[in-house]
């Protein structure tokens, strides 16, 4: 059976990986788990390291993660987070960010117009490029005369590949999302490539569109979208945004995967929220949820859409916590969700 590496990282992290464990566990799936619970902000601080080798290595042999969150408000670093989380998209080329948003009660919808909540649709972020680099520098840095640089990185392997992928995934069309009126360089590259691939999938309705000009779009008439494909700081935006528009950042899952390779680490949208640590206010649905995208993934389609029924029940009849309208503590919209598939 295949291992997963669970990674409960930082703030709420712990609390709501471990109401996706016990789900998967009750599942009866049979998967196994290895938990690396030193990968947090505690040790960082102590030590300054962020993600081990050895501990890269493990998750490598595996070959899948859940992961918790990280960050954590006594860290002015950004070169923890960049060593945990970005390290492990970069070093095992998990080059597509899959966030799909469907709207899972007409409640939590934000939208006022009934023909406007029927979102269902998904971002396809390039992962491993973009302004997340790290390439740039400062100079004169802590004065008046500071200046700072950080590159755009786009190369026609990295845009192709996730551009490709976005097109094999369609049900019906596929929007790129660029800047290139004013990006000239990366958005020659992302205009060829989506081109090129268009013309290969001619079956496919294609459209572009620039990055404000879609934001806009998704406010107004969000069913209209099925995949928008994008690079890596347009698509961290943009799928916020739909995750808001399909009931909140708290139900949004998210997988980082390698279509190549098969492998892939699964995470909730909303962060490590450390105002809320050990409250029993965190909203366990989007570790959930990421846990049904790992499952599909690993071939357990009755059981991913099993969990995903569980999650819409249980919003509809309230049985969530307070940021959804309901009075549950983690641990016990957990157990709702679990109760309740079938």
Same mark, same amino acid.
Request: hydrophobic share 40%; net charge negative.
């Given at each position: 059976?295949?291992?997963?590496?669970?990674?409960?990282?930082?703030?709420?992290?712990?609390?709501?990986?471990?109401?996706?464990?016990?789900?998967?566990?009750?599942?009866?799936?049979?998967?196994? %788990?290895?938990?690396?619970?030193?990968?947090?902000?505690?040790? %960082? &601080?102590?030590?300054?390291?962020?993600?081990?080798?050895?501990?890269?290595?493990?998750?490598?042999?595996?070959?899948?993660?859940? %992961?918790?969150?990280?960050?954590?408000?006594?860290?002015?670093?950004?070169?923890?987070?960049?060593?945990?989380? &970005?390290?492990?998209?970069?070093?095992?080329? *998990?080059?597509?960010?899959?966030?799909?948003?469907?709207? &899972?009660?007409?409640? *939590?919808?934000?939208?006022?117009?009934?023909?406007?909540?029927?979102?269902?649709?998904?971002?396809?972020?390039?992962?491993?490029?973009? /302004?997340?680099?790290? $390439?740039?520098?400062?100079?004169?840095?802590?004065?008046?005369?500071?200046?700072?640089?950080?590159?755009?990185?786009?190369?026609? /392997?990295?845009?192709?590949?996730?551009?490709?992928?976005?097109?094999?995934?369609?049900?019906?069309?596929?929007?790129?999302?660029?800047?290139?009126?004013?990006?000239?360089?990366?958005?020659? *590259?992302?205009?060829?490539?989506?081109?090129?691939?268009?013309?290969?999938?001619?079956?496919?309705?294609?459209?572009? &569109?620039?990055?404000?000009?879609?934001?806009?779009?998704?406010?107004?008439?969000?069913?209209?979208?099925?995949?928008?494909?994008?690079?890596?700081?347009?698509?961290?935006?943009?799928?916020? /945004?739909?995750?808001?528009?399909?009931?909140?950042?708290?139900?949004?899952?998210?997988?980082?995967?390698?279509?190549?390779?098969?492998?892939? *680490?699964?995470?909730?949208?909303?962060?490590?929220?450390?105002? $809320?640590?050990?409250?029993?206010?965190?909203?366990?649905?989007?570790?959930?949820?990421?846990?049904?995208?790992?499952?599909?993934?690993?071939? %357990?389609?009755?059981?991913?859409?099993?969990?995903?029924?569980?999650?819409?029940?249980?919003?509809?009849?309230?049985?969530?916590?307070?940021?959804?309208?309901?009075?549950?503590?983690?641990?016990?919209?957990?157990?709702?969700?679990?109760?309740?598939?079938?």
């Amino acid at each position: 059976m295949p291992n997963i590496v669970v990674v409960p990282g930082d703030g709420i992290g712990p609390e709501v990986t471990a109401e996706a464990v016990l789900t998967l566990q009750e599942l009866g799936t049979g998967l196994e %788990f290895t938990f690396l619970e030193d990968i947090n902000a505690d040790r %960082f &601080l102590k030590t300054g390291v962020a993600l081990t080798d050895a501990e890269l290595e493990r998750i490598r042999a595996a070959g899948t993660v859940l %992961f918790g969150a990280v960050g954590d408000p006594r860290v002015t670093s950004t070169e923890y987070a960049r060593g945990v989380l &970005l390290k492990m998209r970069t070093e095992l080329d *998990l080059y597509v960010n899959l966030r799909p948003a469907v709207l &899972l009660d007409d409640r *939590l919808s934000p939208l006022r117009g009934e023909d406007r909540r029927d979102i269902d649709c998904v971002v396809v972020r390039e992962n491993t490029e973009g /302004l997340y680099s790290g $390439i740039g520098g400062t100079l004169r840095p802590g004065t008046p005369d500071e200046i700072a640089v950080d590159q755009e990185v786009s190369t026609h /392997l990295g845009v192709s590949r996730v551009i490709e992928y976005a097109y094999s995934i369609a049900r019906r069309s596929v929007c790129m999302v660029d800047k290139s009126n004013a990006v000239r360089s990366g958005g020659r *590259l992302w205009q060829r490539c989506w081109q090129e691939a268009r013309g290969r999938h001619p079956e496919v309705a294609s459209s572009h &569109l620039y990055v404000d000009a879609a934001a806009m779009r998704l406010v107004t008439d969000a069913p209209s979208f099925d995949v928008i494909v994008t690079n890596n700081s347009y698509g961290d935006i943009l799928s916020d /945004l739909t995750a808001e528009l399909a009931g909140g950042i708290g139900t949004a899952a998210s997988a980082n995967i390698n279509p190549q390779t098969g492998m892939g *680490l699964y995470e909730p949208v909303h962060g490590s929220a450390p105002d $809320i640590v050990g409250k029993g206010l965190a909203n366990p649905a989007g570790a959930v949820l990421s846990a049904a995208m790992l499952l599909r993934d690993r071939g %357990f389609t009755a059981e991913s859409e099993a969990l995903h029924k569980a999650v819409r029940t249980t919003l509809a009849a309230r049985r969530c916590t307070p940021d959804l309208g309901g009075t549950l503590t983690t641990r016990e919209a957990g157990a709702a969700i679990r109760a309740a598939v079938s």
